[in-house]
């Protein structure tokens, strides 16, 4: 049997959370896997319980588990205690050393409503440090301000974490279209971006079929937009993955389109790129494609671990097939130009999978 983590998250995540289960469930059973999905608590609701955001129990239970599902969330809604210091997203990857944010954007159908219906790349994300400075520390984070009228930052950059994304870009590249590109800001950020550069270029030497090649981000950014097809995969520091990811996802039809997966070598977390979306939280109308996608991507990494399960690589596959069979049939929620509500696009998915 199959043990999985599900932490429904805020917002809208309790409803595309549940999608996801559903749908990982049913393409499971097709391939005769038994899975057992254990809910732990999380997020605001976990406050009123438990005091914390993340509690103890939860974390004790993530500990057994090789993966879960993670609903969006929302901090900045939470009480003020809880609010500038790590999220509790952020205090996972950090506790299970989450060093990898996999995002693929790809228009899935020719129905989507899509600025560019011919992309097809993956970002690959360094996950644990760069510019944010919830990442940047050992204890506290990398922002402070010496006085009112001054704010500062810092960024950290190494060489172990800089090669280790490198290998898992490159890895990805040799299975796809075999073209890597380095997103660096090396005029201006010479050091830092520097240093990503140069450490991504000598990993590549490790992979002589895979092109590579280096991009000032801004012009990475005005590329991506107008010759998509141009790029495979893109490794980049942490802010500017989270950037160009975003950007990805839109131009594939919708942010509720972008799944997202983040890993080490031992855990994987499913994640949409999205946030929690307050505003429409409650009304059955988010699109729940990332979620369903993530979910997929937790499974097809599950499969290729050393002990994997090459039937949940089948399950992931049938996953995917499924959501573009309903979206060729022109279902799909309001942010890609369809009327189906939540619920009604999970029923035809999970149709689909039959």
């Known amino acids: 049997m199959l043990a999985l983590g599900v932490l429904l998250g805020d917002g809208i995540g309790p409803e595309i959370v549940d999608a996801s289960t559903r ?34 129990p939860t974390l004790s239970e993530l500990d057994e588990l090789p993966g879960w599902i993670l609903g969006p969330h929302d901090n900045a809604g939470y009480p003020e205690q809880f609010r500038g210091t790590l999220s509790p997203g952020g205090a996972i990857r950090k506790r299970y050393n989450l060093f990898a944010n996999i995002r693929p954007a790809r228009t899935l159908s020719a129905s989507v409503r899509a600025l ?9 994300r360094e996950n644990t440090e760069g510019f944010y400075a919830d990442r940047n520390m050992y ?13 500062l930052a810092v960024a950290v950059f190494t060489r172990t974490a800089s090669e280790r994304i490198a290998h ?17 800001k090396t005029n201006v950020l010479t050091k830092t971006t520097g240093l990503f550069l140069d450490v991504c270029l000598t990993v590549s030497e490790s992979y002589p079929d895979v092109e590579v090649r280096g991009e000032h981000i801004d012009a990475l950014a005005a590329r991506l937009v107008s010759h998509p097809r141009d790029f495979d995969v893109i490794v980049a520091e942490n802010m500017f993955g989270d950037i160009l990811s975003d ?3 839109q131009l594939s039809g919708s942010l509720g389109m972008a799944p997202s997966i983040n890993a080490s070598h031992t855990h994987a977390m499913a994640q949409a790129a999205h946030g929690s979306a307050p505003d429409i ?17 937790l499974l097809r990494w599950l499969a290729g671990q050393e002990d994997g399960t090459p039937a949940l690589g089948v399950a992931a596959d049938n996953i995917e097939d499924a959501v573009r069979r309903v979206l060729d049939a022109g279902v799909g929620t309001a942010d890609i130009g ?7 696009f999970t029923e035809h998915v999970l149709a689909a999978l039959d």
């Not at 499971?28 to 319980?49: C, K, N, Q, S, T």
């Not at 219906?117 to 690959?124: A, E, F, K, W, Y």
Request: aromatic share 4%; proline share 7%.
């Open 23 to 56: 749908v990982a469930e049913k393409a499971l059973a097709g391939v005769a896997v038994e899975v057992r999905w254990r809910e732990l608590p999380f997020g605001l609701e976990a406050i009123g319980d438990f005091g914390s955001p993340l509690p103890e």
């Open 116 to 124: 560019c219906p011919d992309l097809d790349v993956v970002i690959v």
């Open 139 to 151: 204890d506290g984070a990398g922002e402070f301000m010496p006085t009112p009228d001054i704010a």
């Open 168 to 184: 898992q870009a490159f890895q990805l590249a040799a299975a796809r279209r075999k073209s890597v590109t380095i997103a660096h």
């Open 247 to 249: 950007l990805a996802g």
């Open 281 to 297: 939280a409650g009304r059955d109308i988010a699109n729940p494609v990332a979620m369903i996608l993530s979910a997929a991507m």
């Open 338 to 344: 369809g009327s189906a509500s939540t619920s009604a």
